[in-house]
């Protein structure tokens, strides 16, 4: 296996190179035989986000999912960083009621909807950001079903020494095969642990949830349910006009991609049998973006909407075409 | 001279590092001998934004600002990249009335304020942003205000080839001593024309504006009435919380600074002879902005506010303090 050089990704304006971004990346199967490399692929990456639907798998795995009757769109969000758009809100409000909890005990902090419009209609409104509105709030409310499902008291599920977030380190070194357990440790955006993962297990863990490859009976069950909500509610995932929802919907089914903060995608594509992660070293998201439409793309990987382009075109404030983010050739 | 490495500043988590950004830059004098360089010192760059003050040099060599009557607050406002938070708006409408044009004459199109708080205060008054939001409405206002000057038809003045944009290019290549008519042209966020200029010769341009070294008595007086403005009212050229700002106020006045969008600081330090110019290859802003405190700490300027950091904390959406922004020694 040649492994190619970093990505690079650039911003143009009038044609020109404005700035440039690397961007390390690997594509694996599911036993982490690599497939394809870019950089380092060993890059230490906390994977933030992009990790969430691996750690919804517990839900499933506990039985919540079926005792709470968890719907596909409940699904599709606890795997999310959503918008907070009103639908998002219409989802995880009345789910976080049904398991007999309320706003105030998601631990993940408040923030404006990251989705613009919603955050001004929030304000329009004479309204403020609760917890609800945190891209996070479908995850911790996953938490919160599986602390009502394991009977336990959740205050504090955010921290790594309570049962939650073991059970959630565990799933995470099963499907990465990787021990976390001396890792490097950060907290997230959301208060949660993130751990510091070599970027070629974050690719096996997707080839695996992708795939259920290398993975006992009831994981794959497990997976190929949240994987089929993803693909089926990808507004879900993220919202309007984000990359998730975006990639998703263009490629139909065919490939489960989810983003984390500082430049993170890790993506699935079952026919294919692989798992794909990536981080722009920089930890910007339009670079990570476009590396993963490019990956896409040179995996072969058809998207059914003939407009979906890798490229993303940069507009002034007068609404003018003035440059574009794409790769280097 | 010895050209070091491109300056590298990392983003840390938890103590490990999870971002890397490189960061070109150099210093000069003003006759454009370089003192100090990290990475490519010809890196063609967009100055975008951190060549306003530059660009405002016009309004004073025209006599414009005498004839308006000009405060300080204004001079520092046609230099800005302002949050239009309310003293903003305080400021620039009523000179906009004062020159006889209105909001409609602003070329520079609209965005919510780049201030959040202000942006979500507009909302709450059930308003929607107008071009004089835009955090480049000072710098038009300028440019409106040099038309009524020159007895101009104002119409069409953010184009390359109308007789404002041929003045700012003008001073621009007499500042940085530099041919632009066949430097590369991108269009900037406010749809004025932006030129790819090494990176040498935007810190040569610095060195000029705060030294007033190598220039006429003419463009040495005008390029000390804005500097002045600048240093003695910061809040104007940005606004709460945003680094010229910050920088400025720390210095008391010792340093004078604009940044750009895609990663662009400029500075000078007048007491020293010095002009700084630096771009993060990538285009972030808290790579720019931590790489400029770096240089003046490296340069030996002392903040008079025993409390400027060079390194940013980073905080989570529980306001914990979860990692920072800061050089790699």
Request: aromatic letters at 6%; charged letters at 20%; proline letters at 6%.
């Amino acid at each position: 296996m040649l492994i190619k050089d970093p990505l690079k990704i650039e911003v143009q304006r009038g044609g020109y190179r404005e700035s440039l971004h690397l961007v390390h990346a690997v594509v694996t199967d599911s036993s982490g035989k690599v497939v394809e490399g870019w950089g380092d692929i060993e890059f230490l990456t906390f994977p933030r986000s992009a990790v969430k639907p691996l750690q919804a798998i517990p839900l499933i795995l506990s039985g919540a999912e079926e005792r709470f009757q968890m719907s596909t769109k409940e699904l599709a969000m606890a795997c999310s960083s959503h918008g907070a758009e009103p639908a998002h809100l219409r989802v995880v409000a009345p789910w976080l009621e049904r398991i007999g909890c309320g706003v105030n005990d998601l631990e993940c902090g408040s923030h404006w909807p990251s989705h613009d419009e919603s955050a001004h209609d929030l304000s329009r409104a004479g309204n403020y950001p609760v917890p609800l509105h945190n891209n996070c709030s479908g995850k911790h409310t996953g938490f919160l079903t599986l602390a009502k499902q394991r009977q336990l008291d959740s205050k504090g599920y955010i921290h790594p020494d309570h049962p939650i977030q073991q059970e959630i380190r565990s799933i995470l070194e099963y499907m990465m095969e990787i021990d976390l357990i001396n890792a490097p440790m950060g907290i997230d955006g959301c208060s949660i642990p993130t751990w510091g993962i070599p970027l070629k297990a974050i690719a096996k863990g997707f080839a695996r949830f992708a795939t259920g490859g290398q993975l006992t009976k009831e994981h794959k069950a497990a997976c190929e349910i949240l994987r089929s909500a993803m693909v089926t509610e990808p507004f879900y995932v993220a919202g309007t006009d984000r990359h998730c929802t975006t990639v998703m919907k263009a490629f139909g089914g065919s490939v489960v991609c989810k983003t984390g903060a500082e430049g993170v995608f890790a993506a699935g594509i079952p026919e294919l049998g692989l798992g794909i992660a990536l981080k722009a070293q920089d930890g910007t998201k339009r670079a990570a973006e476009v590396a993963l439409s490019h990956i896409l793309h040179q995996l072969g990987a058809k998207p059914n909407d003939p407009d979906f382009s890798i490229e993303q075109p940069l507009y002034n404030r007068n609404q003018c075409n003035i440059g574009s983010v794409r790769p280097v050739e």
